[in-house]
């Protein structure tokens, strides 16, 4: 099947077969409609890591084997760098048109693991690695990861104590720094946009990073169906952001004219429900802070002004 | 008998010659002194094209064996290295391949572990982890380290074995001494050592989950089912030793090796390159007619008990030299021996000898004196004796 | 309808029956998640429109394409609501269980 991957690619160019099914995933998880959309996109001929974390705990209990495709757990720290050995067989063993794509949370991808992926890109390594943010350590009961934004509620860091200090490493800057050769932000909210992007990662010779903000209805305290929501909203309050970065150019695919109002949905979350009136203002100053930064390289590297990808939620 | 070319060079160039011999689908490795030369010599044969090899130079040992382990489970074979630090840095990943049952080749050039720093040689790097369920050998020259190499991948892709193995040479001792060494032709060793061949892995024709979880319902029975792997592996080493020694003329004995042991009334159990030196010194005190001999236990795991208490069986006293202690204890190879005999009705008596630590030298009369204490143990004595201990300082 | 179904699975009763190491068939389920649901989708399909958002946006994967409409594998459907609630021609109605 040749895909034209200038044409948005929908519902009815994905494959038929479902990949990762019968998992044990908690009702609503976001994560898993990243995985099971990546892998429809990727097609069968794909090898799937996942390390030590949700997806591997709730998809890999023998003998309930959720993924249909070929597929792996790796341990914690090793998404990329087990990604790396499968991709180096890929060519060593001459498997035509195959991929080699990897599913890791946040914890996994910018604390544990962030060695590994930092050489893999460096190595310019074929392989499409897709972090799924779920902003915390989830698959352990809720602990703070390096992802974990300001003032969320985590078993770690207690609404007692203000909730998360730190402010979210941007993973997106940090491997596009390392002048990796497709990197992209997404969200399950604007799941055709996280499709395009997958699809635009499988037909990259190199090194490919997704980093899809994927809801969490047991750790962010909302309701299962709710997830893909909060995930579209988290967009548009511009807490999170949808970009590229490609031929070491950065490209912003949604402007915000305006943000939508921070505090309902900070209140909808149970991890945010302790903020204050001032603990959301301060939040609100990093985000205006963090899109001063970003409309600079977007305004620096591209002059012309493009269009907003389709949008197919909501 | 082939052609075979002779070379002199050093331990880790013999690792890599035996490497290139192997062809593995992919190396991945990261430099740690004493290990270096190995990756760079690949990396010379990757650059002149006579290494077809997917080379990857990752960034840590994790990654060296991770890397591996996402290879070895398409069906290639791989091949990394590594010493001390970067052993136990990549400890988890050990675990995880013997479980997974990745038939991954490691050279280990053996290194003392810090605190204090010191990049000399012991062995307590790779002793520390033989419960990670890897077949261990330690070799005692450059031409037993190429001829592993290649063994190395027919053992552990047996399929009665599909366990990783760890080919052991001591730090310096080994890796940084030249010697002669026979290097079989590429068409010699292409007819020992056939394809890595498997159905244990991610296939697109027969799509599999591999690393799984298994509940207490049946990890018991997987981890059973290694044990039984490792210890069917004794089988599958002698007969590689006897196919090797058809092949090429060399014979290693399989688990363990001998020198004038049978009648030997005082044993010293050995491991890797000082055994060269304790043949030096047998054959002294046999000129002298004192029955002395030794027993080098090549592989660790699975461990050669029966072999060694058959071999031992006249000795009135055995001496346990090795280089590592498991502090609070003894050695862990002691341990290992006096585990052999508590089956036995009747037993030898069995002294450490702990030396060599952090490259501490282990002399001629350091071994003489060894026979010599052996000679006159009584059940009595301190059984643990650090060797060549500066008692004046403590 | 694409979707796996469980296998009838006997556990292991020899060593040799275990897998070598930790390798197994692809996507082999031994029992279904049904019993996780507090609430059931129910599809109109008078209503439905055949836009497929539910199919896309399903944690689970349990909607499947028909020619001008959907179904539902509850076999495996969690309940999770997300399929009705972003449902534009509302023609999916969550059921509590057990109400009839």
């Known amino acids: 099947m040749s895909i034209d991957t200038k044409k948005a690619f929908g519902a009815r160019d994905l494959s038929d077969r479902e990949f990762f099914y019968g998992h044990k995933a908690c009702a609503g998880c976001g994560g898993s409609v990243a995985v099971r959309l990546a892998l429809k996109v990727l097609g069968e001929r794909t090898f799937t890591v996942v390390p030590a974390g949700c997806m591997s705990a709730v998809g890999f209990i023998f003998p309930q084997l959720a993924f249909t495709s070929n597929a792996i757990i790796s341990t914690f720290a090793g998404t990329a760098s087990m990604l790396s050995g499968v991709s180096a067989a890929i060519r060593a063993l001459g498997i035509k048109d195959a991929h080699a794509v990897g599913f890791a949370g946040d914890g996994a991808t ?17 392989i499409i690695y897709i972090c799924y943010d779920n902003e915390a350590y989830m698959n352990t009961g809720v602990q703070k990861s390096g992802l974990t934004p300001l003032g969320a509620r985590t078993t770690t860091t207690p609404a007692t104590g203000g909730g998360s200090a730190a402010r979210k490493k941007d993973m997106f800057e940090i491997v596009a720094a390392h002048g990796i050769d497709y990197a992209a932000t997404a969200s399950v909210g604007y799941v055709q946009d996280y499709i395009n992007k997958v699809n635009k990662a499988r037909t990259i010779e190199g090194t490919s990073y997704i980093h899809v903000l994927a809801p969490c209805p ?18 548009d309050c ?21 943000f939508a109002p921070l505090e309902p949905f900070l209140k909808r979350q149970g991890r945010y429900r302790h903020l204050s009136a001032s603990d959301i203002e301060t939040i609100a100053r990093y985000r205006d802070e963090k899109w001063r930064r970003i409309r600079r390289w977007d305004s620096q590297l591209n002059q012309d002004t493009h269009q907003d990808a389709p949008l197919a939620s909501s | 008998m082939s052609e075979s070319a002779r070379v002199f060079v050093s331990g880790n160039e013999a690792v890599a010659l035996g490497v290139r011999l192997a062809r593995p689908h992919v190396v991945a490795a990261y430099p740690i002194t004493p290990q270096t030369v190995v990756v760079e010599r690949l990396s010379d044969m990757v650059a ?18 991770s890397a591996c382990m996402g290879a070895s489970v398409l069906g290639a074979r791989t091949f990394t290295a590594t010493s001390s630090q970067g052993l136990l840095y990549m400890a988890e990943c050990l675990h995880y391949a013997s479980g997974g049952r990745m038939p991954i080749v490691m050279m280990n050039a053996n290194r003392s572990l810090a605190l204090p720093w010191n990049i000399y040689n012991d062995q307590r790097d790779s002793l520390s982890l033989l419960d990670s369920g890897w077949l261990q ?66 296939d697109l024709g027969a799509p599999k989950n591999m690393g799984f979880t298994a509940t207490p319902a049946d990890y018991t029975e997987f981890k059973y089912q290694q044990h039984r792997a490792l210890l069917d592996s004794a089988r599958v080493i002698e007969q590689t030793d006897e196919a090797y020694a058809s092949a090429f003329g ?8 001998s020198y004038q042991a049978e009648d030997a009334e005082l044993i010293l159990v050995t491991l890797g390159s000082v055994n060269g030196t304790a043949r030096v010194v047998v054959d002294g005190l046999r000129a002298e007619g004192r029955k002395v001999g030794l027993v080098r236990l090549r592989f660790l795991r699975p461990f050669p008990a029966r072999e060694l208490v058959a071999l031992t069986r006249h000795a009135r006293a055995v001496g346990v030299l090795e280089k590592n202690v498991s502090m609070g204890y003894e050695g862990t190879v002691f341990t290992h021996v006096n585990s052999a005999y508590s089956a036995e009705t009747s037993a030898p008596h069995v002294l450490n000898f702990v030396a060599g630590l952090g490259g501490r030298d282990i002399s001629r009369q350091d071994i003489i004196s060894m026979f010599d204490q052996l000679a006159s143990v009584d059940p009595t004595s301190e059984r643990v004796r650090f060797v060549n201990l500066k008692l004046q300082i403590i | 309808m694409n979707q796996p ?15 070598v190491g930790t390798c197994f068939s692809a996507g082999h389920l031994v029992e279904t998640n049904a019993s996780w649901r507090s609430a059931t989708p129910k599809i109109d399909l008078e209503r439905c429109t055949g836009c497929q958002l539910c199919y896309l946006l399903c944690p689970e994967g349990v909607i499947f394409k028909l020619k001008d409409s959907v179904g539902i594998d509850y076999d495996f459907c969690k309940g999770c609501g997300i399929c009705a609630r972003h449902c534009k021609a509302k023609a999916i109605q969550m059921i509590r269980e057990g109400v009839r």
């Open chain 2, 250 to 257: 060399r014979s290693y004995g399989g688990l363990v090796q």
């Open chain 1, 110 to 126: 910018a604390d544990i693991g962030i060695q590994a992926l930092s050489g893999a890109i460096d190595r310019r390594d074929k």
């Open chain 2, 137 to 202: 050998v330690y070799v005692e020259d450059a031409q037993e380290a190429l001829d592993m190499i290649i063994q190395g991948y027919a053992i552990a892709e047996n399929p009665a074995v599909m366990t990783p193995i760890m080919v052991n040479l001591d730090g310096f001792v080994l890796t940084h001494t030249y010697e002669l060494v026979d290097v079989p032709t590429a068409q010699s060793v292409d007819r020992f050592l056939p394809p890595y061949q498997t159905t244990n892995k991610l």
């Open chain 1, 218 to 235: 047991t750790g962010w305290g909302t309701e299962p169906d709710e997830s893909i929501e909060i995930a579209k909203e988290a967009v």
């Open chain 3, 5 to 19: 179904k469980p296998q009838p699975f006997t556990r292991p009763t020899r060593l040799d029956d275990f897998p």
């Open chain 1, 238 to 258: 511009g807490l999170w952001y949808l970009a590229e970065f490609e031929n070491s150019d950065y490209r912003l695919n949604r402007k915000p004219k305006e």
């Open chain 2, 48 to 65: 002149d094209g006579s290494l077809k090899t997917e080379y990857l130079h990752v960034e840590s040992e994790h990654s060296a064996l």
